[in-house]
């Protein structure tokens, strides 16, 4: 595999477009509304932009739940708008990489129609994972399988037979034995790969495959997979089978031009189960959440660092490191606590709130230390201004599907999918022209507007840029980890080929070595020493 591809070092940056732009003032952001913003993105230098669903939609799920993938939802434009953001994309030398959801479909597909309409034991229903009921009526779920979302991952339809989904009611799983779906996607790919895309993000790319005959299983869902009880794998994630169907798709990648890629989302662990799906015949990368949620303490992100990198050296990969998306808690917010918080589950009012400026402290050093990682970075929108979680979100604005069908008790992921604050006078500061966001922004968000922060020496938006900007002229995506004499108890200190890299995870300042300090997170102290929570970039 050449090193020089570009997925191997790139910083790609999440777009949700909901979130994101809206061009026509319906309070929901839209393609025209991301390619007018395209500017922001090449001047803070990324590499590539992904964009999660934009297809049709119900939307009950924010996209999640596709009908169609081979169109544009009318909410967010067209096609020709699509064909319109990739070039303009690519003549400011971004590449594009869109979402693929090949777990489920939304229940307003043609496909579960249909399922729907032919009733029980037709070739319509192999589609999906429709099952008989237990009991004397077969008024119990097959099995005890329960969804990500909460609650059981079954539906009764009225015909008394039950259906398979493991996320929302409104989103069917698949059957992935069935050759027919795996054409469909085949086709999927080859739609949007002759549009010009680079790349596709995989969504739940562990759960295609069940284990035959659905054998039941009681354990918690938990955000990752490992095996369980016996140390079985989950009988819906992580299945042997899932491979067979990223090498059929890499042979469709490759047979095009421009080092197409995929990402997959991948929630497994440990390390070497990861690693089996970026294989050189799979995936070309896997998120690194076990990187993610790792604690805030020298001990726990250094373990998690070489843990990443020995687990994908076997297969000749590199990791990826991602600290923040549209699932997880925000980090300038989940830092925020002295004793850490979990990615999952939101947070809302009546909860205990984060010190805002101890996260974002925290925020700006865990981001220089990532971006100081060989491989690739994952950005999400909004956190170059060091936007926080809402955490104070109106409950009866709520609208992630978690919310409700854990009975109000998971506050879900509304709170980092607020719309993102341009402009600092404007309404809505500036996400659309009019004054309505779908999801209400906090009132005193100006403070985060790109243009408050702009060309701002210390803000949080010019640490991003600059640090972009070192990490591209000294190739740190592409070097080789060297761990310093520094270490210990407090501190995360390497070489990454002529930087030095110092994090301070300890409660008081600590001496920097000599050289010249090209970055720091924070100001440093009086005496030149590195402050608690604070990462240097230093010329060795």
């Known amino acids: 595999m050449s090193s020089l591809v570009w997925w191997r070092d790139a910083v790609i940056y999440q777009v949700y477009p909901r979130s994101f732009a809206d061009a026509d003032g319906d309070g ?33 799920d924010a996209g999640y739940d596709v009908a169609d993938y081979r169109d544009v939802d009318p909410r967010f434009g067209t096609l020709e708008d699509f064909d319109a953001l990739v070039a303009a994309a690519k003549a400011r030398g971004l590449r594009v990489v869109v979402d693929l959801v090949p777990n489920h479909t939304s229940s307003d597909h043609v496909w579960f129609q249909e399922a729907l309409t032919a009733g029980p034991g037709s070739t319509k229903r192999e589609r999906y994972h429709f099952r008989k009921g237990l009991g004397p009526d077969g008024e119990q779920p097959p099995n005890g399988w329960q969804s990500v979302f909460g609650g059981p991952a079954w539906t009764r339809v009225p015909d008394g037979e039950w259906y398979l989904h493991l996320f929302d009611s409104s989103q069917p799983d698949l059957n992935w034995d069935l050759p027919e779906v795996r054409q469909m996607f085949i086709d999927v790919l080859r739609f949007w790969l002759d549009r010009g895309v680079d790349g596709f993000r995989v969504d739940v790319a562990h759960g295609l495959i069940k284990e035959s005959g659905l054998p039941d299983w009681t354990e918690a869902q938990v955000p990752i997979t490992s095996p369980g009880a016996e140390h079985r794998t989950p009988p819906m994630w992580d299945q042997d089978g899932v491979h067979d169907i990223y090498r059929e798709w890499r042979r469709v990648l490759d047979s095009y031009e421009g080092d197409r890629m995929m990402v997959g989302e991948a929630w497994v662990s440990p390390a070497e189960r990861m690693a089996r799906y970026i294989r050189p015949d799979e995936m070309h990368q896997a998120f690194n959440f076990s990187y993610l949620m790792a604690p805030w303490t020298a001990t726990d992100q250094r373990a998690a660092i070489v843990e990443s990198i020995e687990g994908v050296a076997p297969v000749g990969a590199v990791c990826t490191w991602v600290l923040s998306n549209h699932d997880v808690v925000r980090h300038a917010s989940r830092l925020g606590f002295e004793a850490g918080y979990s990615t999952q589950g939101g947070i809302g009012v009546g909860d205990a709130q984060p010190d805002e400026a101890l996260g974002l402290r925290r925020a700006r050093a865990a981001t220089m230390l990532m971006l100081s990682l060989p491989g690739s970075a994952y950005l999400y929108q909004g956190e170059e201004l060091g936007l926080p979680e809402h955490t104070t979100l109106p409950d009866d604005e709520r609208q992630d599907p978690t919310w409700f ?69 000294h190739q740190l995506g592409r070097g080789v980890l060297q761990w310093g004499t520094g270490e210990g108890e407090d501190l995360v200190d390497f070489r990454n080929g002529g930087i030095r890299v110092i994090t301070n995870f300890g409660q008081v300042p600590a001496p920097l070595p000599p050289g010249e300090v090209l970055l720091a997170s924070g100001d440093l102290a009086a005496d030149g020493s590195l402050p608690p929570d604070t990462t240097a970039w230093i010329r060795a």
């Open 28 to 60: 929901m952001g839209d393609l025209r509304g991301i390619t007018s913003r395209l500017d922001h993105l090449a001047d803070l230098g990324v590499d590539a932009l992904w964009m999660s669903p934009f297809y049709p939609s119900p939307q009950h």
């Open 405 to 473: 069908r854990s009975k109000h008790e998971v506050r879900g992921r509304d709170g980092c999918r607020v719309p993102v604050p341009w402009e600092a006078a404007a309404p809505s500061f500036g996400f659309g022209p009019g004054s309505a966001a779908w999801l209400p922004q906090p009132a005193d968000w100006g403070r985060f507007a790109a243009d408050a922060e702009r060309g701002v020496p210390g803000s949080t938006l010019s640490l991003y840029t600059e640090a972009l900007r070192l990490r591209r002229t």
